[in-house]
């Protein structure tokens, strides 16, 4: 029957399966069970809620909400939760409307990090050269924040096109690290998209500014990937902004935990919607709350 949206057999075996196995891990556990994507996710609701939350990865976003829709298919299980990231959902309208979901205010979880203002101010503070930061913003009349969005508003655009259009290959990461000079932090814009003209983007490289440009304006934390945002920032600060007597180049995940440091031991965090939303349901479940 059209619109008919009931599970087949094996779906619904399959959500009991599920279902059950979370109602044995609820009557195993005494804190609140947090659906969470992966390790990332894991280890940052550790921190925020020491030992008052068990996150539990579904191994990715399609995982997490397979899991809370077995749950609603068979009823609430209290003190279970689930936060992902937004992904797309904020640039493409996607509304879920499943019960103690929660979402990130920007496009993921390491964006939210990345653009918290204090965290990102205290983590350049301590591994960039002022030196260097004062002149690379005065050599391209802008503030080094907005000199980090402005190159991952170029791949988060590239990456928009790259789902609208439905190719198969695979957005790597190494894009960013291939084609942003170590030295310079420069963008060789005119390689990058060569490279993704010849992986089959677009006809040429005029269709492909063509539909760049006709791509609608958005926010940049809805845009810029977090993954894309930490690579950058962590090229910066190992390359153009170093620190003359720093003996490591911080990488990503370097620049990851510094950023999550600051963000938790300085509640910078709670105002955003993502923490107001959580604060509230732990209003409404106190046996369980974690903020």
């Known amino acids: 029957m059209i619109g008919d949206t009931t599970p087949s057999p094996t779906a619904a075996r399959q959500e009991a399966a599920i279902r059950n196995a979370l109602v044995l891990m609820r009557n195993a556990r005494a804190e609140a069970i947090l659906l969470v994507e992966g390790p990332t996710d894991e280890h940052f609701w550790r921190q925020?809620?020491?030992?008052?939350?068990?996150?539990?990865?579904?191994?990715g976003r399609e995982g997490v909400l397979k899991e809370l829709r077995a749950v609603h298919a068979g009823g609430p299980i209290p003190g279970l939760l689930a936060v992902i990231d937004a992904d797309w959902d904020h640039i493409?309208?996607?509304q879920h409307r499943l019960?103690?979901?929660?979402?990130?205010?920007?496009?993921?979880?390491?964006?939210?990090?990345?653009?918290?203002?204090?965290?990102?101010?205290?983590?350049?503070?301590?591994h960039a050269d002022p030196d260097a930061r004062r002149a690379i913003e005065a050599s391209e009349g802008a503030d080094l924040r907005a000199l980090l969005l402005e190159r991952a508003r170029l791949f988060g655009r590239l990456r928009w096109l790259h789902r609208q259009r439905g190719c198969r290959f695979t957005f790597h990461e190494a894009l960013l690290n291939t084609y942003v000079d170590e030295k310079t932090w420069r963008v060789n814009e005119v390689?990058?998209?060569?490279?993704?003209?010849?992986?089959g983007l677009a006809p040429d490289e005029a269709t492909l500014r063509a539909e760049l440009a006709a791509l609608p304006e958005v926010q940049d934390a809805w845009l810029c990937r977090g993954h894309d945002l930490l690579i950058l920032l962590a090229r910066a600060l190992s390359g153009p902004l170093m620190l003359a007597h720093q003996k490591r180049q911080p990488n990503k995940d370097d620049v990851l935990r510094a950023l999550t440091l600051v963000a938790l031991s300085s509640g910078a965090l709670h105002p955003t919607r993502l923490f107001?939303?959580?604060?509230?349901?732990?209003?409404?479940?106190?046996?369980?709350?974690f903020l």
């Open 48 to 59: 925020v809620g020491r030992e008052k939350v068990y996150p539990k990865p579904c191994n």
């Open 92 to 94: 493409e309208g996607t």
């Open 99 to 126: 019960a103690d979901l929660f979402t990130t205010d920007t496009r993921d979880l390491e964006s939210l990090l990345v653009l918290c203002d204090r965290a990102f101010d205290d983590v350049v503070w301590s």
């Open 191 to 199: 390689g990058l998209l060569q490279a993704l003209l010849g992986l």
């Open 276 to 289: 107001v939303e959580l604060r509230a349901w732990t209003a409404q479940n106190p046996s369980y709350a």
